[in-house]
């Protein structure tokens, strides 16, 4: 793993037996996060960015399921680290997560101090050994710290604000408590599912903000899973896009939005408002993981589909120094 | 000259909150304020705020589910107000709802054949082969097949809900179709399908909507003429063109600014609104928007300020409309982007 | 059929579904199983008071009757009697579980603080109470129980009419201007069905253990029928000595009254929203 990476998954599959046979939901995912950058992860509903997110996390949905590949983080592979240390040490700790909806994320009967506090107690405040006893300096100590938490991602009246119940706050405001959480432990890296898809447009140009100046401020990586390419745009400094659990493409944010070449991104980007006054979709839906369409993926739906896209799975073509990838049998020329 | 299909005069609804044992009287929550609108035959007018706004009170009011507490409400010329609660939904007939999650306001354990046939059945169509007909006919016409009938409402992929969701009310025969957020939860590549659907229905159908969303980039693409909600009250309305390319109020101004943009790196130039909404049962005094606007002055505690014409077809509530036209124009970085 | 499957995984529910349907089987069935039909009732003092062996499997009772023919046949009026209470109060408690689920204002207030005042009593000592009032014997005991049990079901189905009534469908029906009845009958009912049948299921055991109750302290059924309870109270006098007389009438209301409950919680468990999400 080279230096300046803070995650690298490597070939990473999901597949999940439902009733219907496996569904493989992730096939063969790779993604670098770079110190300090932001990353978008774009795709349609149903193309596994959740279930990237979640096997990050090592929460995948219960039932039976394989996960093959590796996920590294600072120099461990997550996928054979024990549950114990995953608890204690990387979810909530050292990778952070910013829920989608703000309002189910908080328990209704404990005041956000509470939830925030648990936080501290069960990882420890960074540089203190977690298991230490929980006295009351330490819980003093603690409140302290999610005071400026709280204060650091500007939630009025910090110091009262702990004692308030969740319904108490706004939307806005609880997705601020949960930002507050998730950088609690001075996370490396937060992953962030969807963070504004729930709030108003005001309330979420304020949530893009402040995230882009705490990545800042704290020096963190972002993983940002988002299905709008207006919120990517503002936020994020690469992109991937995904297909069906497979990578489509990945290249800087710029390039992405202004030379998109993979035919699904070209298609993302121009359903935007923005691209075009005219109603513009994609026809088709997304495949159902258990049955995908033969070789890439997307052909059925590609208008620039050609007779040996649905031959063979179309590898990843790395552009000029791995900045870009892409996979299209279009782009054959690109390799270096 | 277009005729005018529905016209709200002075409409406010207003909600007694439930008063606890012990407990204070509480002021009564205005969810809509003093609200004029005209919705001309054929257009489609949008109406945008954010959530806690009073566009779903203004809705449901309009639909006869909430009984306006002042003002009346026209129908192609009758009035409709002052009926009795359970006649003044029978009298706006004429105006349906569509759902913002038509998946969920399906019965779950009802196949949606069933469902179909029953707003059919509930709407007065008595004769069951005409019902028959009619769903088929309306099945096509959202672009389903036959075969969804016998689907249950989980089967079906958000657009498919949204589809049964149309060709559940278009069976009735409505000319007025009020569509609450209906492309919320569905991906963009979808949203566009959703939309033009609905565009071409309107046009197969002869209909008039009033469409509801909280976003303005959905809106642009639909509508012809759009009004701005704040705090249960309209602080500006005008043509598309106008409310996009040449917005007034402040808080449109806003709206429009933060809506995501297709243009890496320009979040540290936006401006955000600083603040929530306030909380509808506690209006702020005056112009309810004082608190969070970037121009407001003491006087915008003080006065309610009235929808006032800017140019023909656009109205605006703000005491400090020219003020602020000054301003923007020494500097019009202050103006959203897409109106510089 | 995932549901189906579902439950078949679930052990104890299976049993439970097992039991009841022996249970139902035996009652329909019991004069023509009941292998001493005529020693069920005919007193006989030469053989009272005999031991479990072959020819009496379950021994003989103090007047001499065949213990395993009268639990046989015991089981016609226990199922009956727990159907009937089970039956009456879901027709007095669903109505008005609906009507105040749906409701607001002074009526649904009224329904639901006379079922609580209800439910705060104890059922049996209610039911002991009205069964006094009443004649005796085991119709006002049945009605007693009928009396008494319906509030669980006013509860269960106002809660559940409550979660219904809020759900976007019922706002979808009242916005196309469904009647009130139709909305009610055709899509709450059904929407609350699940929870109901869990409950009527566990309250059918605990009918059974209520009536038998009643039986022993003598407000129920009356001798000579065949009654669990009834026979249970007969037997004290006969303790520890004829241990038989006691025991068997009281494994089967142990078995019966266990197999309705595995069966109330292997359907609950099923119908629970949030296993039903998952699927």
Not at chain 1, 32 to 38: D, S
Not at chain 1, 99 to 106: E, I, K, R, V
Not at chain 2, 96 to 125: I, N, T
Not at chain 3, 146 to 154: G, K, S
């Amino acid at each position: 793993m080279r230096d300046d990476l803070v995650l690298s998954v490597r070939d990473l599959s999901v597949t999940v037996h439902s009733d219907d046979g496996p569904a493989k939901i992730l096939d063969h995912v790779n993604l670098e996060l770079r110190r300090g950058e932001i990353m978008g992860v774009a795709g349609e509903s149903g193309c596994g960015k959740s279930t990237l997110i979640r096997s990050i996390l090592g929460i995948l949905p219960h039932g039976a399921h394989s996960v093959t590949g590796e996920i590294q983080f600072c120099g461990e592979n997550l996928l054979s680290m024990p549950q114990r240390r995953l608890e204690r040490e990387i979810r909530g700790a050292a990778i952070g997560f910013i829920p989608q909806d703000p309002y189910l994320a908080l328990n209704p009967v404990f005041t956000v101090g509470d939830q925030l506090l648990e936080i501290l107690r069960w990882h420890g405040m960074p540089g203190e050994s977690s298991d230490r006893r929980y006295t009351r300096s330490v819980r003093a100590r603690h409140r302290e710290r999610i005071i400026e938490l709280l204060d650091a991602v500007q939630v009025p009246d910090a110091r009262n604000a702990l004692d308030r119940y969740p319904h108490e706050f706004s939307g806005g405001q609880r997705q601020r408590l949960l930002i507050a959480g998730a950088i609690a432990c001075q996370p490396q890296i937060i992953l962030a599912d969807e963070p504004t898809t729930a709030l108003d447009v005001t309330t979420q140009l304020q949530i893009l903000k402040l995230l882009k100046e705490l990545a800042a401020r704290f020096d963190v990586s972002m993983l940002l899973v988002t299905h709008d390419f207006g919120v990517i745009g503002q936020l994020s400094d690469r992109v991937t896009i995904m297909y069906a659990g497979q990578t489509a493409e990945y290249g800087p944010t710029g390039e992405i939005i202004n030379d998109p070449r993979h035919p699904y991104t070209q298609m993302l980007i121009r359903c935007h408002p923005d691209r075009s006054d005219e109603l513009i979709g994609i026809p088709g839906q997304v495949p159902v993981p258990v049955s995908p369409p033969s070789g890439c993926r997307f052909h059925p739906r590609c208008p620039a589909a050609l007779d040996i896209c649905s031959a063979a799975r179309p590898p990843l073509l790395y552009g000029e120094a791995d900045r870009q990838a892409v996979a299209c049998v279009l782009y054959s020329e690109i390799v270096s | 000259m277009p005729k005018v299909l529905v016209e709200l005069q002075d409409v406010s609804t207003t909600f007694k909150p439930r008063r606890k044992l012990f407990q204070d009287k509480l002021p009564p929550i205005r969810a809509v304020e003093r609200v004029s609108l005209t919705l001309m035959e054929g257009e489609i007018l949008g109406v945008i705020g954010e959530s806690g706004c009073g566009k779903s009170t203004l809705a449901r009011t309009i639909l006869g589910l909430q009984t306006e507490t002042a003002g009346q409400i026209v129908l192609d010329g009758n009035i409709v107000s002052g009926l009795p609660a359970r006649h003044s939904r029978k009298a706006r007939r004429d105006i349906q709802y569509v759902h913002q999650d038509p998946g969920a306001a399906l019965d779950p354990w009802w196949r949606v054949g069933a469902s179909l046939d029953e707003s059919l059945k509930v709407g007065g169509v008595a004769d069951p082969v005409e019902r028959a007909e009619r769903i088929d006919r309306m099945l096509n016409a959202v672009g389903l097949n036959a075969g969804f009938r016998s689907r249950y409402p989980h089967e079906l992929s958000g657009g498919q809900q949204r589809r049964i969701g149309l060709a559940r009310i278009l069976g009735l025969h409505p000319r007025i179709v009020i569509l609450d957020e209906p492309t919320s939860g569905l991906d963009l590549s979808v949203q566009a399908t959703v939309l033009r659907l609905i565009r071409d229905l309107r046009n197969q159908f002869g209909l008039t909507y009033l469409f509801i969303s909280h976003d303005l980039s959905v809106v642009k693409r639909m509508c012809d003429r759009i009004a701005i909600m704040y705090l249960g009250r309209i602080v500006e309305v005008g043509s598309a063109e106008q409310i996009f390319t040449n917005p007034r109020h402040p808080y449109t101004q806003a709206l429009l600014n933060a809506a995501p943009r297709l243009r890496p790196g320009q979040l540290e130039e936006i401006e955000a609104l600083a603040g929530d909404p306030p909380n509808p049962a506690r209006k702020p005094s005056g112009c309810a928007f004082h608190t969070r606007c970037p121009y407001a002055d003491e006087r915008c505690s003080q006065i309610e300020p009235e929808l006032r014409e800017v140019r023909t077809g656009q109205q605006a509530a703000c005491i400090r409309l020219e003020a602020i036209a000054q301003q923007t124009a020494r500097t019009p970085e202050l103006l959203p982007e897409i109106a510089r | 059929m995932l549901i189906l499957r579902r439950f078949l995984r679930d052990v104890p529910a299976v049993i439970g579904a097992l039991i009841v349907l022996t249970l139902v089987i035996v009652a329909i069935f019991a004069p023509y199983i009941a292998p001493r039909l005529a020693e069920a009732f005919d007193s006989n003092l030469m053989m009272r008071l005999k031991p479990p062996s072959a020819d009496y499997p379950f021994g003989t009772d103090g007047l001499g009757r065949d213990i395993l023919s009268r639990v046989i046949l015991g089981t016609r009026p226990a199922l009956a009697a727990s159907l009937i209470v089970v039956l009456g109060a879901m027709v007095i408690g669903i109505p008005l579980g609906l009507i105040a689920g749906y409701r607001d204002g002074w009526v649904s207030e009224t329904i639901m603080r006379v079922t609580d005042v209800f439910l705060a009593v104890p059922q049996l000592v209610l039911a002991l109470a009205m069964a006094q009032i009443l004649s005796g014997g085991i119709w006002s005991a049945i009605l007693a129980l009928a009396l008494t049990y319906w509030p669980f079901f006013t509860r269960t189905v106002y809660s559940e009419t409550r979660r219904v009534r809020s759900a976007l469908f019922i706002d979808a029906l009242e916005s196309l201007g469904a009647s009130r009845l139709r909305i009610l009958t055709l899509h709450v009912m059904p929407n609350v069905a699940a929870p109901v049948i869990v409950r009527a299921t566990a309250g059918m055991g605990f009918t059974i253990l209520t009536l038998a109750v009643l039986g022993f302290l003598g407000v129920g059924a009356a001798p000579p029928d065949p009654d669990w309870g009834l026979t249970i109270a007969e037997s004290r006098q006969y303790l520890p000595q004829s241990w038989w007389y006691a025991t068997f009438p009281g494994l089967a209301i142990f078995i019966v009254v266990l197999g309705f409950s595995f069966l109330g919680d292997g359907l609950r468990d099923l119908v629970d929203p949030r296993l039903r999400r998952s699927r």
